[in-house]
């Protein structure tokens, strides 16, 4: 049995074969096809090529409703020829898409071109938010509707008719699709708008969702529009809203994007948002999701750094809120300060007017005997310095003040003064020899006096306490008697003569050594180069433990820096002048006149005849820069008959007493002072400060016109400068002066002073004239001839009868870059 079925097992494998074989429906056509394609294989290419066919079609499509979009636009700037293209001008719409249809479908597509499809006359639905659309602005004549997309592909008429009205009627997906495609393309191939839909799909889309999209449209060519909405909408729900911010930061191509992408509508996630950052298609598939995730990767604050721009947005609303309101607080602040400073500054004038204080002096513990001098002087209240710097120094601390002029500095530094004289006298037990508890230098002899008296005025209650003046200009043996008959604990001094005292050990180095307080009054003059190796000399005499007090109105950087050789470590600075506020008077007018030298003397006589018609009670100081200069403007003064004195080095000390104490005493007075009378010097009611010429620096000048507007009164200063001397209003540009123009002057009474001059000069002071014309010829030729420096120097000092030059002449010499005069002692 089993043998026979063996035998028979070929032909029944065979039998079973041909009846499976047979049995097969191989359909009616041919099996093979030309070029010897199987029918499979020829299906397939078949199929392959009716997909290209529909995704050019489609790309075309896209591209001639993007060539609506623009043909639009231009049709909103008709008229306006494009500038690049100045041999044609603008394409009409309708031409513009005639020719867009030619270059895309090559062939036949003047045929296919339906002239209805002309520029857009109404918007399709979805595109109300368009926003370059002006829509009062849209032409005429084109016919509504939408592209014939039939016509275009005639093949697949009836897919593609389906599709294409659906796609522009049916959303913002297609319209989104074809913007972002573009936008792809672009980024592929640059803007190339004529690359075939073949080379996009080959380079760019590859992306799974497009494969299936395309192979939903062929093999089922009516659900095209459905197939892309619900895949846009499937997109939308896997794409968190994050990831299309990150699109949106890449994309910055059109307006209408960000626009369209804020309306969040489902075609916003079409193929063209599913790119990553290097340009790519990104599918919606899970592969897509990843690559998802690689663009919010790429896209991440940290990567992006400075470039994200969405960190400012991110930023808390709270943290915000707080900023905003911490930055109104602030305002809100500054406000309070500034409107604080403006009262401040109200008070400070009104106080400025009577410089007093609200504070007593009977509140400050100083001694009743001296509050009761003060109340007899008529001091009941402090003045603003007094009242800053009295606690510190009745404290006993080292102390810098700088007020301004005119301010009370004198009572500042001499009621500390007083108390340690009081404390001292009380400690003193048998000594030999009597101790100089104060000593107080100032540069200036008068002002010596006039501290000295001040003192005594002081000192009216209080028995047995004495001060004294060391001066220069007074026999040196009158001195030394005094000191014996008469030891006072408060010495008052020039730096020269006290220098000279110790030098010549008359005994003053043994009482200095019971010193206790050192006061330095005009503290930058005598730090200056004059005086100031003097000063450090007789510091270095003085025992080391004193409390030191420095006063002055100006207190340059370089003297706070110098005045560590005197004062302690830790002193106390006080400024009530006010970092950045200028030193002079409030109360007093300044102007400043600019006139050739030859002519002033006639312009100093026309001021003050015009100053003593306006201020009958006037009481004026006129400023010149040398004795010589002083004494030849008082000469001519008194022969042009006016109420004149005059001081300055060349007078006997007595004779310098006698006028500044009548020119305190006095009004209607005029005094031509030089320098001496420059510091310090408390004239009351000087209406008028004429400073003739340039002073030596700009300290000088503040303390110059420091002798008007004391107390807080008013007052006027002047300065008249030559031309060449113009340079110095530089230094004082923060001081506001008012230029004054030059005056009229009578011609008889120019005359009169022109006669006045030629006497003096030939019977009183002879070659006084010339002198000072002289001085300013000389530093005029200085300018032109720098290497004659040192003869004009020499020939200068010899003209007007003086070794050598004065300081003024080697300052201007050096201002004007030249070098020191070699050999020339300066004099000050
Ligand atoms: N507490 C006070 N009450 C009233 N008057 C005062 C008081 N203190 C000082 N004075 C007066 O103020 C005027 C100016 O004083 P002082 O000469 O001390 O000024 P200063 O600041 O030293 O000026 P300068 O810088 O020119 O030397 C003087 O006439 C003085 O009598």
């Not at 049995?1 to 074969?17: A, D, F, G, T, V």
């Not at 001098?373 to 003045?383: K, P, Q």
């Not at 300055?648 to 031509?672: A, C, G, N, W």
Request: with cysteine.
């Amino acid at each position: 049995m089993y043998s026979s079925i063996l035998s028979e097992r070929p032909r029944i494998i065979s039998k079973l074969l041909c009846t499976f074989i047979l049995a097969r429906n191989m359909g009616g056509g041919p099996r093979t096809f030309p070029g010897g394609v199987s029918k499979w294989k020829w299906k397939r290419m078949h199929e392959k090529r009716a997909r290209d066919k529909e995704r050019r079609l489609l790309e075309q499509e896209k591209q001639i409703y993007q060539a609506r979009i623009r043909s639009h636009i231009r049709a909103q700037l008709t008229g306006k020829p494009d500038p690049r293209n100045t041999s044609h001008g603008p394409l009409t719409p309708e031409d513009h898409i005639k020719a867009l249809a030619n270059r895309f479908m090559k062939e036949g597509a003047e045929d296919l071109w339906n002239r209805n499809d002309g520029p857009l006359k109404s918007p399709p639905p979805f595109s109300k938010e368009l926003p370059v659309t002006d829509r009062s602005s849209r032409r005429s004549g084109s016919i509504g509707s939408p592209v014939d997309l039939r016509k275009l592909i005639p093949e697949h008429g009836n897919l593609v008719s389906n599709n294409g009205i659906a796609n522009l009627t049916n959303t913002n997906c297609n319209y989104v699709h074809t913007r972002n495609y573009s936008v792809q393309s672009r980024r592929k191939f640059g803007r190339n708008d004529s690359s075939s839909a073949e080379d996009v799909s080959n380079s760019g889309l590859k992306g799974n969702f497009v494969r299936s999209t395309i192979r939903n449209l062929v093999s089922n060519p009516r659900n095209m529009s459905n197939t892309n909405v619900d895949d846009c909408r499937n997109n939308k729900k896997v794409m968190p809203k994050r990831r299309r911010k990150i699109w949106r930061n890449e994309s910055s191509s059109s307006e209408n994007e960000s626009d369209w992408d804020a309306e969040g509508e489902p075609g916003n996630y079409s193929w063209g948002r599913r790119l990553n950052f290097a340009g790519e298609e990104v599918s919606g598939n899970d592969e897509d999701l990843r690559i998802g995730r690689d663009v919010r990767k790429i896209g991440s604050k940290s990567s992006l750094g400075k470039y994200d721009i969405k960190s400012k947005r991110r930023m808390l609303p709270t943290l915000y809120d707080e900023e905003k309101d911490l930055s109104e607080q602030v305002e809100l602040i500054r406000d309070q300060l500034s409107k604080r400073k403006l009262a401040q500054n109200e008070e400070q004038k009104t106080e400025g007017e009577t410089i007093l204080s609200q504070r007593r002096f009977d509140e400050c513990g100083i001694s009743p005997l001296t509050v009761k001098a003060l109340s007899s002087a008529g001091y009941i209240h402090m003045t603003r310095v007094q009242e800053a710097s009295l606690p510190l120094c009745l404290e006993g601390k080292d102390t810098l003040v700088k007020a301004k002029t005119g301010a009370g500095k004198s009572a500042a530094y001499l009621l500390p003064a007083i108390e340690t004289v009081l404390k001292g006298a009380g400690s003193i037990t048998n000594r030999r020899v009597p101790p100089i508890f104060v000593l107080i230098l100032c540069p200036t002899r008068e002002l010596a006096s006039q501290i000295a008296a001040e003192t005594k005025v002081l000192l009216k209650y209080h028995n047995g306490i004495g001060v004294q003046t060391l001066v220069g200009g007074i026999r040196f043996k009158v001195d030394q008697n005094r000191l014996q008959s008469d030891p006072s604990q408060i010495i008052v001094a020039t730096p020269g003569r006290l220098l000279d005292h110790i030098e010549i050990k008359s005994g003053i180095s043994a009482r200095l050594m019971g010193l206790q307080m050192l006061v330095l009054d005009e503290v930058d003059h005598l730090l200056d180069l004059g005086f100031r190796k003097d000063v450090e000399k007789i510091v270095d005499c003085l025992p080391r433990q004193r409390q030191s007090l420095l006063f002055s109105a100006t207190i340059p950087k370089e003297v706070r820096r110098i005045s560590q050789l005197v004062l302690k470590r830790e002193h106390a600075y006080i400024d009530t002048v006010g970092i950045g506020c200028v030193e002079t008077p409030t109360e007093v007018k300044q102007s400043y006149l600019i006139a050739p030298h030859e002519s002033h003397f006639q312009i100093v006589h026309h001021l003050l005849k015009e100053h003593i018609l306006q201020a009958p009670d006037y009481k004026v100081i006129v400023f010149c820069v040398t004795g010589m200069v002083t004494s030849f403007m008082y000469q001519l003064l008194r022969e042009m008959k006016m109420n004149v004195r005059e001081m300055h080095s060349r007078k006997p000390q007595l004779y310098r007493t006698r006028i500044s104490d009548e020119f305190r005493e006095s009004k209607q007075l005029i005094l031509v002072s030089s320098d001496v009378s420059a510091r310090g010097m408390n004239y009351p009611d000087v209406t008028l400060i004429i400073q003739v010429g340039i002073p030596y620096d700009r300290e000088l000048y503040i303390h110059r016109l420091g002798r008007t507007g004391r107390e807080g009164k008013e007052g006027e200063g002047i300065l008249l400068i030559a031309p060449w001397e113009e340079y110095f209003l530089d230094e004082i540009k923060d001081v506001s002066l008012e230029r004054f123009p030059l005056p009229d002057i009578d011609p008889q009474i120019k005359l009169k002073i022109e006669d006045s001059i030629a006497k003096i000069d030939s019977d009183i002071k002879e070659g006084a004239y010339h002198a000072w014309l002289g001085y300013y010829n000389s530093i005029r030729e200085i300018g032109r001839d720098k290497t004659t420096l040192a003869e004009l120097a020499a020939k200068f000092s010899k003209s007007i009868g003086l070794q050598t030059p004065p300081a003024l002449f080697r300052k201007t010499a050096l201002k004007m870059g030249l070098k020191d005069i070699p050999g020339i002692k300066i004099r000050r």
